[in-house]
């Protein structure tokens, strides 16, 4: 029996009933990628390695849902890009494989609307996402973290996968969900995805669209500032070195309105350069790294459109 004679086209579930359906008595390997659509060679590279760990019977759901928890009055929910459509056609191409069969036994994607996910409103129970989520990305966003772990688990819940996957672009996220899975004890497998670029460097992001020509070229020194931490890196600085090297580019650079620029542990985020940013370490004097792993992490608006970039560097 070829693959494809077992392939079922995917299947679009737009409520918790047609979920549970749809996964009602499937025992296959399941992964599951959770989005917020508008969807780019990004979530395709998560959808392909979720493909990748379910194998040729398993199955791949792709959450579709853009989250009113995780955006703060001001921010652009009623804006966020909306391409239901388009995406499903990508994640089924992704899927394909070369002969036009498909790579995997099932797709699901499941594109609830806030009633289907809220279906009593606001929450009551909430999730305090700890304190990595309150410097960087959570100074500036305070709810939005606690906002993406409410979705995280309640789409964990509903679909029940042993995989998930989440990019390494959000490091942030991918920090606070990896804990909430292992303080939780969730039994799901976190697996992170590289961050892609278009070929000039700029990381892909939904958000990208918002930017005009000009900034579209003016944000790519996000991308140079991150370069320029890796050289001094490579060339033997410390994480404050590392730090100066990046912010050094970010700020010379036009157009661009530095948010942070900091280096910090990938996992607790407790500062690592000495600059005041990430969670106070325990240590003192030990801030300043020296040696080991450090997330060196960047965020710049650029007009009203705040960019967020990162790369893992090893000092020493
Ligand atoms: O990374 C995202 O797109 C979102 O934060 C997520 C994980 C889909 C939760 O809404």
Not at 54 to 76: C, S, Y
Not at 135 to 140: N, P
Not at 223 to 252: H, I, K, P, Q, T
């Amino acid at each position: 029996m070829t693959h494809a004679s077992h392939y079922a086209a995917p299947v679009l579930a737009r409520t918790r009933e047609e979920l549970a359906a749809a996964l009602a008595c499937d025992a296959a390997p399941r992964a599951v990628v959770m989005t917020m659509g508008a969807l780019h060679q990004g979530h395709f590279d998560l959808v392909a390695e979720a493909a990748r760990r379910v194998g040729p019977d398993g199955t791949v759901v792709v959450t579709i849902f853009v989250n009113p928890l995780q955006f703060a009055a001001g921010e652009d929910l009623d804006t966020y890009p909306r391409s239901l459509e388009a995406d499903v056609v990508g994640i089924s191409a992704t899927l394909a494989r070369e002969d036009g069969t498909p790579a995997v036994g099932r797709l699901v994607v499941f594109a609830p609307t806030p009633e289907v996910m809220y279906p009593d409103g606001e929450p009551s129970v909430r999730l305090d996402p700890g304190p990595a989520a309150t410097v960087l990305e959570g100074r500036t966003r305070p709810t939005h973290f606690a906002g993406v772990l409410q979705v995280v688990l309640t789409l964990m819940h509903l679909t029940q996968p042993r995989w998930a996957l989440f990019g390494r672009k959000d490091a942030q996220q991918l920090a606070v969900v990896s804990a909430m899975v292992r303080d939780l004890a969730v039994p799901v497998e976190i697996v992170p995805v590289d961050i892609r670029r278009e070929p000039d460097g700029l990381a892909m992001s939904s958000r990208n669209v918002y930017l005009s020509a000009e900034q579209r070229q003016q944000a790519l020194a996000l991308s140079r500032a991150l370069g320029a931490g890796r050289e001094a890196a490579a060339a033997g600085a410390d994480a404050a070195g590392v730090r100066a090297a990046a912010l050094e580019v970010l700020a010379a650079a036009p157009g661009v309105e530095v948010d942070y620029v900091a280096v910090v542990d990938p996992l607790s985020f407790t500062e690592r350069a000495g600059a005041g940013l990430g969670l106070a370490p325990a240590g003192g004097e030990a801030a300043v790294a020296t040696r080991g792993e450090v997330l060196l992490a960047v965020a710049a608006r650029l007009g009203t459109t705040r960019l967020i970039d990162n790369t893992l560097l090893t000092l020493g």
